[in-house]
């Protein structure tokens, strides 16, 4: 079994193109697998120009805004093959696409995402940002509990044959105000934040990305 991980930064891509990225890595392994050949595994890091994605269950009523309000905003709006609803991303997030084959790693799909959230939360409390799962919803939270419960991290995955693709979304430096056009993973109840909100500083994002990438890679061993 395979339990290297490939990196690859691809910066500022378009969704589209990005999916397209994604999905050629996807289609290749799953395709080495269904030959019983060794299998790769990637993680992606980027970001997106402003982009609202709806997952596959989704609700279009989560979106707030219309065609024209969305070209007002520089914005685009993309249904996906992803679980989840919607959300947001655009600059200033990190955007990371794990394309594993969770053979290699002996998990499946429902401890990936357990492992994928505890990276975010040990990369998270490294900055002393203390977070933490919310029963019943996927993604990495902040005060879950309390009124002010808000979200700092969305996920929402595709699989097939146990191999994954999609994957989350880590709110770095990101412009909050782009949350305010649509009820965020479907909620209507709960805020969403920023790294940067937090700490009341600019992050520096090469930094976040390489202790992000250590912390997934130590999960994955």
Same mark, same amino acid.
């Given at each position: 079994?395979?339990?290297?991980?490939?990196?690859?930064?691809?910066?500022?891509?378009?969704?589209?193109?990005?999916?397209?990225?994604?999905?050629?890595?996807?289609?290749?392994?799953?395709?080495?697998?269904?030959?019983?050949? #060794?299998?790769?595994?990637?993680?992606?890091?980027?970001?997106?120009?402003?982009?609202?994605?709806?997952?596959?269950?989704?609700?279009?009523?989560?979106?707030?805004?219309?065609? +024209?309000?969305?070209?007002?905003?520089?914005?685009?709006?993309?249904?996906?093959?992803?679980?989840?609803? @919607?959300?947001?991303?655009?600059?200033?997030?990190?955007?990371?696409?794990?394309?594993?084959?969770?053979?290699?790693?002996?998990?499946?799909?429902?401890?990936?995402?357990?492992?994928?959230?505890?990276?975010? +939360?040990?990369?998270?409390?490294?900055?002393? @940002?203390?977070?933490?799962?919310?029963?019943?919803?996927?993604?990495?939270?902040?005060?879950?509990?309390? #009124?002010?419960?808000?979200?700092?991290?969305? +996920?929402?995955?595709?699989?097939?044959?146990?191999?994954?693709?999609?994957?989350?979304?880590?709110?770095?430096?990101?412009?909050?105000?782009?949350?305010?056009?649509?009820?965020?993973?479907?909620?209507?109840?709960?805020?969403?934040?920023?790294?940067?909100?937090?700490?009341?500083?600019?992050?520096?994002?090469?930094?976040?990305?390489?202790?992000?990438?250590?912390? @997934?890679?130590?999960?994955?061993?």
């Amino acid at each position: 079994m395979n339990r290297t991980i490939e990196y690859q930064d691809w910066g500022l891509v378009e969704y589209h193109e990005a999916w397209a990225k994604q999905e050629s890595l996807f289609s290749a392994t799953i395709e080495k697998k269904m030959q019983g050949l #060794p299998t790769d595994n990637y993680l992606v890091f980027c970001e997106h120009p402003h982009v609202y994605t709806l997952g596959k269950s989704g609700d279009e009523q989560n979106m707030l805004l219309n065609l +024209i309000q969305l070209q007002a905003k520089n914005a685009t709006f993309v249904h996906t093959n992803r679980g989840g609803d @919607i959300t947001y991303h655009g600059p200033g997030q990190v955007v990371g696409y794990p394309i594993l084959d969770l053979a290699n790693f002996n998990l499946g799909l429902k401890q990936y995402i357990h492992s994928v959230e505890e990276a975010v +939360i040990k990369t998270l409390s490294l900055y002393n @940002i203390r977070s933490t799962r919310f029963d019943g919803a996927t993604g990495v939270w902040l005060d879950v509990g309390l #009124p002010a419960c808000r979200k700092i991290c969305a +996920i929402g995955v595709r699989s097939s044959r146990y191999v994954t693709m999609h994957g989350f979304a880590l709110n770095v430096n990101t412009r909050l105000e782009y949350f305010n056009y649509i009820n965020p993973c479907g909620f209507v109840d709960k805020g969403v934040t920023s790294m940067e909100k937090e700490l009341g500083a600019t992050v520096d994002m090469a930094e976040l990305k390489a202790r992000l990438r250590a912390s @997934i890679e130590e999960q994955f061993r």
